[in-house]
C-alpha cells in the first residue's frame, strides 16, 4: 500500500476488538486501492488513546484544558469529563492501519479466548516447529527491510553485528514513560527463544543487554532497571526479537504471565547449561496461552485434549 492513505476514505464493514483497559479499538473496513480506486482493499485499522505526558497538570493555568464537565461529587472528592485544546504536539489517538489486511491479520486482531497450552520439547517438533518452518516469509518482509535498510534507516538508535535497536511502532516516540523499543536479530538461525543456544547466543544477548540499557541512559536518561527486556512466545512473527519496554508502562497484553520471557532469566538459563547437547530452552516445557484465532490453537487443541483424556 502506498505510504499516503487518507483516512476519509475509509469504509467501516465491523469491530474486530476493543480494550477498555489499554484503550485500544480495532476495526475492519476497507481503503481504496491506489492502483484502482474502484476495487477495496480490506483495511484493519486500529485506535490507541496517546499516553497522557506529565507536563499536562503543569499546563492546566495556561489553557491546555478547553472545557470540563463536572459529573459528580462526594465530601472531599470530584469528578470531571475533559477536554484538551488541539496541539500538534499533543494528538489525542494514534492509528494503525494495515491494508491490505489478509486473513491471518483478521484473526490476530479479533477478539478471542484464550487457551493455556503445556507445550512439551515433543509437541514443538512435532507441531509447532513444522508450523515455524511454514510461516509465510511476505508476513516478516517488513522486518527484512529494516534489517537491510529500505525502511527506518533513519530511526535505528545502535546497530551492531546481531541487533538492530529502533522505536516500536506502538511508541508514540515523545511521552518517556509509555517507551517501547524493538531490538532485531541481523541473523537467521534463530526463530523464536527454543532455538538459543549457550554457544553461540549468551555472549551476543549479555551484549544487546548492554547496547539496550547504554541507548535508554545516554538518550532518555534511563538507569539500569528502568525498562524490562522480554522475549514473547509464542511470538507473533518468526524472527527472533526482544522487546525493551519502559517499567512504567505497565498495562500492555504482551507482558503476561505464559507470553513475556524476560532476557535476564533467559540469560540465566543458558549460564547454567552445558556448552554441548540441546538447549535447556528445547528440554523445557512452556505453558503459555493460545488465542482461538492462532494458527496453532487446533492441532494443539486436539493434542492437548487427546492427552488429558488419557491422564
Known amino acids: 500500500m502506498a505510504n499516503m492513505i487518507d483516512l476519509k476514505e475509509f469504509v467501516f464493514d465491523r469491530v474486530l476488538d476493543e480494550n477498555t483497559l489499554a484503550h485500544t479499538l480495532a476495526v475492519l473496513g476497507t481503503l481504496p486501492s491506489p492502483s484502482a480506486p474502484s476495487t477495496p482493499l480490506r483495511t484493519i485499522l486500529r485506535f490507541e488513546r496517546t499516553a497522557l505526558s506529565s507536563t499536562v497538570a503543569s499546563q492546566l493555568s495556561s489553557g491546555i484544558l478547553e472545557s470540563t464537565k463536572q459529573i459528580g461529587s462526594t465530601d472531599i472528592y470530584s469528578w470531571f469529563f475533559a477536554w484538551l485544546n488541539k496541539r500538534d504536539d499533543f494528538p489525542d489517538v494514534k492509528i494503525y492501519v494495515i491494508c491490505p489486511a489478509t486473513d491471518v491479520h483478521i484473526r490476530k486482531y479479533t477478539k478471542q479466548d484464550v487457551l493455556m497450552v503445556h507445550e512439551t520439547p515433543a509437541l514443538y517438533q512435532s507441531i509447532v516447529k513444522p508450523y515455524i518452518l511454514a510461516f509465510d516469509p511476505a508476513r516478516t518482509q517488513w522486518v527484512q527491510d529494516i534489517l537491510v535498510g529500505t525502511a527506518e534507516a533513519s530511526n535505528i538508535l545502535n546497530a551492531s553485528p546481531d541487533f538492530l535497536i529502533l522505536p516500536d511502532m506502538k511508541w508514540d516516540t515523545t511521552n518517556v514513560s509509555a517507551l517501547y523499543l524493538l531490538a532485531l536479530y541481523t541473523h537467521s538461525d534463530v526463530h523464536c527463544m ?20 547504554r541507548v535508554v541512559q545516554d538518550k532518555w536518561g534511563i538507569g539500569r532497571g528502568g525498562v524490562r527486556m522480554y522475549v514473547h512466545y509464542q511470538p507473533s512473527y518468526y524472527h527472533f526479537h526482544v522487546h525493551i519496554v519502559h517499567t512504567g508502562h505497565v498495562g500492555l497484553n504482551g507482558m503476561v504471565v505464559g507470553q513475556a520471557h524476560l532476557l535476564d532469566d ?35 487443541a486436539a493434542t492437548l485434549a487427546e492427552v488429558h483424556d488419557t491422564d
Request: aromatic residues 6%; proline residues 5%; without cysteine.
Open 194 to 213: 527454543r532455538d538459543l543456544r549457550k554457544k553461540p547466543h549468551l555472549g551476543m544477548l549479555k551484549t544487546l543487554r548492554r547496547d539496550a540499557w
Open 266 to 300: 533467559i540469560i540465566s538459563l543458558l549460564e547454567l547449561d552445558s556448552e554441548d547437547g540441546p538447549s535447556i530452552l528445547e528440554r523445557m516445557t512452556l505453558t503459555y496461552g493460545l488465542g482461538t484465532e492462532h494458527g496453532l490453537y487446533k492441532p494443539m
